[in-house]
């Protein structure tokens, strides 16, 4: 019978198995991979190399990225009723032959078409302002908008500057 105030023997030390060590070793070097990772990264944000750099703004790029012009074209865009303009004109004349070529009192187009998928609603949209253009250059207007980029480039007003 054991006595319960018998001394008993500590087990013998555990050393770390190999198994042990490589996974120390692979958590230390994870750790210093996201340090590194770390320190680059805030290097770039800080010296200003990420997509943006204050010109090119968008819905997915956050609000720090972008520089306050880009910001303003993003959440105020100009009107295609305001990209056209015709000597001796002011801008009441300008709205209402914008209105009368097909185009919104607000200075947007409408594709007028409830229902429309959102394809259909693109190609409706582009041809209703396809259209608006070639009016507003029937009355005598000059499109003063830009034509960089491959959408404008095709706009019929663009296409008239280019013969």
């Known amino acids: 019978m054991l006595c319960p105030f018998?001394?008993?023997?500590?087990?013998?030390?555990?050393?770390?198995?190999?198994?042990?060590?490589?996974?120390?070793?692979?958590?230390?070097?994870?750790?210093?991979?996201?340090r590194v990772f770390t320190l680059l990264f805030s290097a770039s944000v800080l010296g200003g190399c990420t997509v943006g750099n204050w010109n090119i703004c968008g819905p997915q790029t956050p609000r720090a990225h972008c520089g306050k012009n880009a910001y303003e074209r993003l959440v105020n865009p100009v009107k295609p009723r305001d990209m056209w303009a015709?000597?001796?004109?002011?801008?009441?004349?300008?709205?209402?032959?914008?209105?009368?070529?097909?185009?919104?009192?607000?200075?947007?187009?409408?594709?007028?078409?409830?229902g429309a998928t959102g394809l259909e609603t693109v190609y409706l949209s582009r041809d209703k302002l396809y259209?608006?253009?070639?009016?507003?250059?029937?009355?005598?207007?000059?499109?003063?908008?830009?034509?960089?980029?491959?959408?404008?480039?095709?706009?019929?007003?663009?296409q008239a500057r280019s013969e």
């Open 6 to 34: 018998a001394i008993r023997a500590l087990p013998a030390p555990v050393l770390p198995s190999a198994a042990m060590r490589t996974s120390v070793s692979l958590v230390r070097s994870m750790m210093l991979g996201m």
């Open 86 to 114: 015709r000597q001796h004109t002011d801008a009441s004349v300008l709205s209402h032959d914008w209105q009368a070529c097909g185009g919104l009192p607000s200075g947007g187009i409408s594709p007028d078409r409830l």
């Open 131 to 158: 259209s608006a253009q070639r009016c507003m250059m029937d009355k005598g207007y000059e499109y003063t908008g830009t034509c960089e980029g491959e959408v404008p480039s095709r706009y019929p007003a663009c």
